[in-house]
Nanobody, 117 residues
Framework: EVHLVESGGAMVQAGESLRLSCAAT????????MSWFRQAPGKEAEPVSV????????CYSNFANGRFTISRDNTENMLYLQMNSLKIEDTGLYLC??????????WGQGTQVTVSS
């Protein structure tokens, strides 16, 4: 069974930065695409960024492009999301997901990011 555990969320002020981490166990980590999603209260989860298994090809949502950076360390089974210039609208539960390239098949419990004015 695949387990994903996120960490690094916090309450910060607008303009500050956070680095989120996702630790994976129970899978051959470097065989799979990894993604970050976020979910605001009462809303559906939306993709933030996707990084393919080898760590070369990356996609960002428009709101993340230029501010967020996704990376992975396959030797440590870790996924990261560096978030700079945070905005109030970035507030939400940030979730790590693992995918075979079509749909995620496992999710973490999420880590909360709260950005205040």
């Amino acid at each position: 069974e695949v387990h994903l555990v996120e960490s690094g969320g916090a309450m910060v002020q607008a303009g500050e930065s956070l680095r989120l981490s996702c630790a994976a166990t129970g899978a051959i980590f470097d065989d799979f695409e990894m993604s970050w999603f976020r979910q605001a209260p009462g809303k559906e989860a939306e993709p933030v960024s996707v990084l393919e298994a080898g760590g070369e090809n990356v996609c960002y949502s428009n709101f993340a492009n230029g501010r967020f950076t996704i990376s992975r360390d396959n030797t440590e089974n870790m996924l990261y999301l560096q978030m700079n210039s945070l905005k109030i609208e970035d507030t939400g539960l940030y979730l790590c997901a693992i995918s075979n390239g079509t749909n995620p098949f496992a999710w973490g419990q999420g880590t909360q990011v709260t950005v205040s004015s």
